[in-house]
Structures are given as C-alpha cells and as structure tokens.
C-alpha cells in the first residue's frame, strides 16, 4: 500500500502563497497519477490539480488554473502543490491523492489518500 502524508498548510492573507507536500512511501512512485483535492466545511470534496507519472501532464481546474501549480520529484517521492494569489474561497482541508496510473486524472476515483492539511486564507 502507498502511504501520503501532506505537509504545508496553514494560515495566509488573500493574495499570499504556500507550497503543499506530499511525501509517498515505496519505491513505485513514478507508476502513479497524483492528484490534489480540498473539501471545506460543509461542502463536496473538490477537484484541485492531477498530474501524470513521468510524462509531465497536468489538468487543473478553472477556479485554480493560472495561480496553482502542481509537480513532482519521483526522486524524492514528492508531490507539490505551488498555491500563488490565494483567495478566501480557497479555504479548504487539501489531500494528496495517488492512482495506479500513469496518465493525469480528474475523477475522484483514486486509490489512495492521504490525511489532508488545512489551509485557511484571512481576508
């Protein structure tokens, strides 16, 4: 089993930044899609950003694209979420997420999760 342990958040002002982790456990790392999701209080869990496993590929969704980036090291079997310009509306708990694949995907249907960290932005 792929162990996830997300590391990163917590509290900004609107229009700062935070870097969210992802570190993975064994030695497959680069045979997994990566995903990053967030669920606020009260709301469905939310589609953030996927990446593939060594190709590079990336989606995002529309509330994020052009002011979140997510990478990878396979090296260091790390996932990244780059979160610039943030907004009080990206208040949420983030998980990092892994599937047993190597193209990007969107879906909720990943295989592991991790225990999420909170990012919460003042306004």
């Known amino acids: 089993q792929v162990q996830l342990v997300e590391s990163g958040g917590g509290l900004v002002q609107a229009g700062g930044s935070l870097r969210l982790s992802c570190a993975a456990s064994g030695r497959t790392f680069s045979n997994y899609a990566m995903g990053w999701f967030r669920q606020a209080p009260g709301k469905e869990r939310e589609f953030v950003a996927a990446i593939s496993g060594s190709a590079g590929n990336t989606r995002y969704a529309d509330s994020v694209k052009g002011r979140f980036t997510i990478s990878r090291d396979n090296a260091k079997n790390t996932v990244y979420l780059q979160m610039n310009s943030l907004k009080p509306e990206d208040t949420a708990v983030y998980y990092c997420?892994?599937?047993?694949?190597?193209?990007?995907?969107?879906?909720?249907?990943?295989?592991?999760w991790g225990q999420g960290t909170q990012v919460t932005v003042s306004s």
């Open positions: 997420a892994a599937k047993f694949s190597l193209r990007a995907y969107d879906g909720q249907r990943y295989d592991y």
